[in-house]
């Protein structure tokens, strides 16, 4: 993909490079000529953390929400992966193994969807 600091603008354009395998916020959405551009951020923010500009046809993209944020304890069965971000990617990974917190107790904070699939937020292990 190619990012624009300024939406459409071949002058501002970057590579995408080093900026692949992550997950970002999409705060804004234009449209140039018939195209349309997603304003993307490391923070959930239109302001602070924006990356710049890319094309929608160029991303992978669904739609997050916040279920509930009543505190919960849930208990780690030892499989999977554990992400910074909902629907993280390999740059946004923490835990690669979670065989070794199998049965510890993870304190939820934030029930998040994405897309259909249902992600926790909280505290493992400190």
């Not at 953390?49 to 849930?74: F, I, M, Q, R």
Request: proline share 2%; hydrophobic share 30%.
């Amino acid at each position: 993909a190619t990012i624009f600091k300024e939406v459409g603008d071949a002058s501002t354009s970057f590579s995408s490079k080093g900026y692949e395998n992550a997950v970002y916020y999409i705060k804004k959405e234009a449209v140039v000529e018939g195209t349309t551009y997603y304003l993307i951020s490391t923070l959930p923010s239109s302001v602070n953390g924006v990356v710049g500009w890319v094309k929608a046809s160029e991303l992978a993209y669904h739609n997050h929400s916040t279920v509930g944020d009543n505190p919960k304890g849930l208990y780690i069965k030892g499989t999977g992966k554990a992400y910074s971000k909902a629907w993280g990617g390999s740059k946004d990974l923490v835990y690669s193994d979670m065989s070794k917190y199998a049965g510890q107790e993870f304190k939820v904070n934030l029930t998040e969807k994405v897309g259909n699939n249902t992600w926790y937020r909280g505290t493992l292990n400190g």
